[in-house]
DNA sequence: ACAACGTATCTACACTGTAGACCTTAGACG
DNA sequence: CGTCTAAGGTCTACAGTGTAGATACGTTGT
């Protein structure tokens, strides 16, 4: 083996002749739709959802769609591509809570419809996290943003300066990312254990350094999602509406 | 170094490892330190932070530390025990506020710290982020949960309930993270150019759909941290306060 | 001296993303 | 009808990845 490949020397025909799918029967179009960028994508997406993200190999992809390696590249010109069309096919599912409701709540449904969201592509949370960061605004796929432009209506047009949308926006999703971190978080190691301490492995660390950690075993053992997005939410918001300019009477400590 | 496909040709001329200018003591050849798990992730670590995740790679590691590829399977028995020991590497660098302060104070210190560290690590705080997700508190290494207990430990001395104390953490370390992502963002697109919207690329946004976003152009452009990350910390606190003990019938504001 | 043992190295393998050349097909145009 | 063009699809090849298994090395205990 080991053969050096001279550039552009051997030129022998091939016939080609794998026939593993019957190419001849052009009565059945079905598997023969012509693989466009969204059903490359949803391929990738249902795979990624299915079995986790380090199954997205492009090998994989390729079988999973029938089709060769290469013509994939047609459609996500490399890796990253790939994973920011995920990211852009996911986001497109959230939807925007309407209007008609005062923005305290609206800002509820919004944090609640996105943890729905995440909760339904767990696998694909770290990339929905981590990889708008490499990419500027200007030069993200508007439906990326179409969250953040319905966020700034909704809170100038509840009073709040731009800015201030801008701020409290970086805020609340800050806080919504960190809580689906949490929330994602596997927390059970010994599923068959019953004691709590003992289910959740608590018990390997020491207790004189962790005391406080150790005795939260039994609320991390309960832990209610919905609920503590709540919670998060009540001290967001009263925060917030600590700085509504409708709330002026109350004014504002500098 | 060329490669060449010929196996077991030259090898087994290197008694002592390439003077290849290792960066933390290069001088004599005779210096053959032991070569310890610290300093596996502690090269990891170097290299990560100046030239990126994807820079870390074994072979790369291996050469940086003037010693097989193979060798660091000892210290690192998986390319995940490789980044969690760089994430514990890391948080081990977090300085935890002392006591002898309120505890608002405190929590803000406890945040701007961690803002300096992150923005000290930029390319791991990807890791940071997310690989604690994979494992589940008992299993983590201590040094990645002191800040934690460190954190309960502050607010039950403050008078929150342990169940408080924890969902608080949440709160306020998502905030913190989604802060950091935000900061962490590269936001300019075109460095050369005058115009605030131009250099963030955002004039690529079409205008009916994004006219929030767009006019945040010159706010944009003049982001600060560490301003940024106050206004966050005034809603969360302000949000805090409200459910604190003392603050039974006195009223947040005031 | 010998054996034992932790450490370090070599070789090999399966798998990854991707470049470049090649083939196939559909339509445009004379 | 035949030919041209271009986009879509495929093949082969290659450099680079993590890692298993066997092998060499260096120190130490007896």
Do not use: C
């Amino acid at each position: 083996m080991t053969t050096k490949s001279t550039p552009g020397s051997d030129t022998t025909a091939r016939p080609s002749g794998q026939a593993d799918r019957s190419t001849d029967d052009a009565a059945a179009p079905t598997e023969r739709v012509p693989l466009t960028r969204q059903r490359v994508l949803a391929t990738a997406l249902r795979l990624v959802d299915a079995e986790g993200l380090d199954a997205l190999t492009r090998r994989r992809l390729a079988r999973e769609l029938g089709r060769d390696v290469m013509t994939l590249y047609r459609y996500a010109p490399d890796q990253a591509a790939l994973l920011d069309g995920i990211v852009e096919l996911v986001l497109d599912e959230l939807e925007l809570p309407d209007e008609g409701q005062d923005w305290q709540t609206r800002l509820r449904r919004s944090a609640h419809n996105f943890r729905r969201l995440a909760l339904a592509h767990p696998h694909v949370v770290n990339l929905l996290l981590t990889r708008p960061v490499a990419t500027a605004f200007g030069l993200r796929p508007p439906a990326t943003l179409r969250p953040l432009e319905h966020f700034l209506e909704l809170l100038t047009t509840a009073g709040f300066s731009a800015v201030e949308a801008m701020r409290i926006h970086r805020a609340f999703v800050g806080f919504l990312y960190g809580h689906l971190l949490a929330e994602l978080q596997d927390t059970v190691v010994n599923p068959d254990e019953t004691e709590d301490l003992l289910r959740l492995g608590l018990h390997q660390l020491p207790p004189r350094q962790f005391p406080i950690l150790r005795s939260l075993a039994p609320d991390l053992a309960d832990y209610d999602g919905v609920r503590e997005l709540d919670f998060g939410l009540d001290l967001l918001l009263a925060g917030i509406t600590a700085i509504h300019p409708d709330s002026t009477s109350e004014g504002k400590a500098g």
